[in-house]
């Protein structure tokens, strides 16, 4: 099997030409580009609000009033009902020793 | 030094094999090369992780319309060449590129649909001349070719020859060698034999010895 040089490179002959990045030069590029089809591909982020990792739920009854309870501690620490569920469901686990 | 770019809006017409010979060779003849891997399925990637890489090639991966035109300035440097791999759509990611080239490289089957395809790289770099008041030289390799010519592909090599396209002499023949690049990574001279390997050598040497003569030349 060959394993010699085909050809040895002279760094000294191979220059980068002077070219412009400005964002005016770039935009003229694809000005050019979408006459021709090529249009921005990279997609587009996603606005608003990230979905939840909640993804779980509980169907519970409870005694009257509780709902109100639960829901207004959540407010206030701004956070939704699920995350004093979570930690309540933590209490319990250390106290049972789950 | 220079920066050099693979496109076509064709996919499969052979731009990561092209991308993957001339880093690997010129890199073998001594040329530091950073190589820009901006195709979503990651092609350059995928052969970069099968081996370790050649003595001094470098792999980006993940570089996209964001940041492409920031990254080629970032590696365009004395003492290094740079290659970009694109995707295989027409795309804003194409034009930016393109904008930063020192010699665009469009590969292209022997294929009347290949090159109906292909040429729209051609004329982007053509509209891109224009617009940026710059010459951007640019060339054609037909890949995957067979070892006796077709008719079709004597017919498209005329056509493009007539239209003054540059087309790059040797093509990069249809081999094993060259496909098993993405099954074993390295470069033709370490992988373990596929086929003709003394003849995949020099069809990828004589190549990568074509564009670095237009880079000489253009310097």
């Known amino acids: 099997m060959s394993d010699g040089k085909a050809f040895n490179i002279d760094l000294g002959r191979l220059k980068s030409r002077e070219k412009d990045r400005s964002p005016q030069a770039i935009e003229k590029a694809e000005r050019a580009g979408e006459e021709l089809g090529f249009v921005a591909r990279d997609g587009q ?48 686990k250390i106290k049972s020793g789950i | 030094m220079p920066t050099i770019v693979i496109a076509s ?12 010979l001339l880093g690997t060779e010129l890199a073998h003849a001594g040329a530091n090369v950073v190589m820009l891997d901006c195709d979503p399925n990651h092609s350059l990637t995928l052969w970069a992780d099968r081996a370790p890489l050649p003595d001094r090639i470098r792999v980006l991966s993940n570089v996209t319309e964001s940041d492409i035109v920031r990254t080629i300035k970032q590696h365009d440097t004395d003492g290094q060449i740079v290659v970009v791999d694109l995707e295989g759509v027409a795309s804003r990611l194409v034009s930016r590129a393109i904008s930063q080239a020192d010699l665009v490289i469009t590969p292209m089957r022997a294929t009347t649909l290949d090159a109906t395809i292909g040429v729209r790289a051609l004329q982007l770099v053509a509209e891109e001349e224009e617009a940026l008041d710059r010459k951007i030289p640019h060339v054609v390799v037909f890949t995957m070719t067979k070892a006796i010519r077709s008719k079709q592909h004597s017919s498209i090599a005329e056509s493009l020859a007539r239209q003054g396209v540059d087309l790059i002499d040797p093509p990069l023949m249809e081999r094993a060698a060259f496909s098993a690049l993405f099954e074993f990574g390295g470069n033709l001279r370490n992988m373990p034999a596929q086929g003709n390997m003394d003849g995949a050598i020099e069809n990828a040497a004589l190549f990568a010895r074509a564009v670095y003569m237009r880079l000489a030349e253009g310097a």
Request: glycine share 14%; hydrophobic share 30%; aromatic share 4%.
């Open chain 1, 45 to 92: 982020k996603r606005r608003g609000r990230k979905p939840s990792p909640r993804t779980g739920q509980v169907h519970a009854k409870v005694m009257p009033g509780i709902p109100e309870e639960i829901a207004n501690e959540a407010k206030r620490r701004g956070v939704q009902q699920g995350v004093l569920i979570e930690e309540a469901w933590i209490l319990y």
């Open chain 2, 9 to 20: 809006p064709k996919g499969g017409a052979g731009k990561s094999t092209t991308a993957i």
